[in-house]
């Protein structure tokens, strides 16, 4: 059985409150994923819902039947797809190239086409998991060329970062998380044509979103060192950290200027 340990927070120089576990228990969680991972293909097939084309929130029995559809699993399985081809050769392809092989094969396209056709894509939750998938997937030609997916685009571009707004901004630092990822996506696999309009719009709200995660980081570094139980938001930490890593590595070279990345967030910390 796997050991769990709850240690004060103080003996590790954290703030109290959290809870920690020892290596014993992190390695053998490491294991169990590694074991998941080498049947992912096996597990999750069993999710899928033909008549749907998307993946359930429980494993579906009857393939001809129709199953309530999860929006945000069937996201997560393509990511898996995605992150893991090799596992997938053969089970998952763009479309069918038999028509025998209908419902037998997990078409991609035919997954693209069912989350466009879906009006949460304009959601504020389901919104930039959406786009960041079909970015990642589908051709820049059938999501240009498709309404719902532009409009969704539009939608992530209003809700982009201010710095008018500052410490308040409109969105929690979670779902800032997640419209940065969309950006990126969007921006690296070439959805939208080179000195488009829109593409200026993606990589400007991606760099305020960087200047703004700078700030954040520094802020919640200085309240964790001055031991300020009251301001410290290790979710604003780390949600911070992660867009910070992401716009710093993943956007095109020359997006980031000297100011931007480091005087220009200086100088929010600052104010």
Known sequence: SWTRRTTPNVERGALPGGVEHDFEYLEQLNQRLERLSGREQEVMSAFWCPPTNTFANHPVLNKNTKHQISITTTCNALLAVLANPENWKGSAQWEE??????????????????????????????????????????????????????DAL???????????????????TYFRCLNTRALLDVIE?????????????????????HMIAFDDLCRQLAFRQAEDRQNFDIVVLVFSLIMYVQTISRLPAGTLDSQTSSAGSAKLVTA
């Open 97 to 150: 190239t038999d028509e025998n092989a209908v419902g037998e094969t997990i078409s991609l396209k035919r997954i693209c086409m069912e989350l466009l056709s879906h009006d949460c894509i304009k959601g504020p939750f389901h919104n930039p998991a959406m786009i960041s998938v079909l970015s990642r997937i589908a051709p820049s030609s059938l999501l240009l060329s498709n309404k719902s997916f532009m």
């Open 154 to 172: 539009e939608i992530l571009l209003q809700r982009r970062a201010r710095l008018s707004s500052h410490r308040w901004q409109g969105a929690s």
């Open 189 to 209: 696999n070439g959805i939208l044509p080179p000195d488009s309009d829109l593409l200026h719009r993606a990589k400007f709200a991606a760099e305020r979103a």
